[in-house]
């Protein structure tokens, strides 16, 4: 079975640019979960959703961040404009709704702002 | 306070050791205890997973819950130089709330 699928891997922008990251997660998980990783630290939520809804975007920066899941399948998160304290790798996740305590993990993109 | 603590590492062992990880963690709420291994530049994999307190074992793996002292473990028998990596606990209330990860504890098995 196909795990969390990200792209692209890596991606390095000037400040002030557009970036986009796309997700595809395990078949059949309804919940999605947008994570955003510091070097030396552990994830953090920007956004869960439940199928289609955005169920917790309390920590989605929303003055540049915009993140959709059209179908609920596939995801889409964009930074706009970026900012040099937006590196960071950006992980997508998945689970079955209402188990949380199990995500699957895609691996990341890395982004590198300039 | 952070609401999950663990101590960053890096933790050297020589192969075959016994390693034991640990965290605590300030809220008493949370029922669900997880362990993920994040190798180099690779996203988090999930190791197991536990309800509430106990233990739980998964081949070399055991995970153990103190709900009484908030704090929990991951011990890995006969350590192997493919176990270097880091080593995430996280947790949560129930299977709708938000997940809280701690730091991540790095693990390096010299062979």
């Known amino acids: 079975e196909a795990g969390v699928v990200q792209s692209p891997r890596y991606k390095i922008i000037e400040k002030k640019q557009p970036v986009a990251f796309w997700c595809n997660p395990i078949?059949?998980?309804?919940?999605l979960y947008w994570y955003r990783q510091n070097l030396g630290q552990g994830p953090e939520l920007l956004i869960r959703y439940e199928n289609e809804e955005a169920v917790d975007d309390s920590q989605l920066p929303k003055d540049r961040f915009s993140a959709e899941r059209l179908k609920g399948v596939d995801s889409t998160l964009k930074i706009q404009p970026a900012e040099l304290g937006d590196s960071a790798v950006y992980l997508c996740a998945s689970s079955s709704q209402g188990a949380t305590y199990e995500q699957y993990f895609g691996p990341g993109t890395r982004l590198t702002v300039t | 306070q952070k609401e999950v603590e663990q101590d960053p590492g890096p933790l050297s062992v020589p192969e075959g050791a016994i390693v034991s990880l640990n965290c605590t963690y300030s809220n008493s709420a949370f029922q669900y205890f997880m362990w993920y291994r994040q190798y180099s530049r690779k996203g988090p994999e999930l190791l197991m997973y536990?309800?509430?307190?106990g233990n739980k074992e998964d081949g070399r793996f055991t995970a153990q819950v103190d709900k009484s002292s908030k704090y929990i473990s991951l011990f890995i028998r006969d350590s192997q130089p493919s176990d270097s990596a880091t080593y995430l606990c996280?947790?949560?209330?129930?299977?709708?709330?938000?997940?809280?990860f701690g730091t991540g504890t790095k693990l390096q098995v010299i062979p």
């Open positions: 996280a947790m949560t209330l129930r299977g709708y709330q938000k997940v809280t």
């Open positions: 536990t309800y509430s307190s």
């Open positions: 078949s059949g998980h309804n919940t």
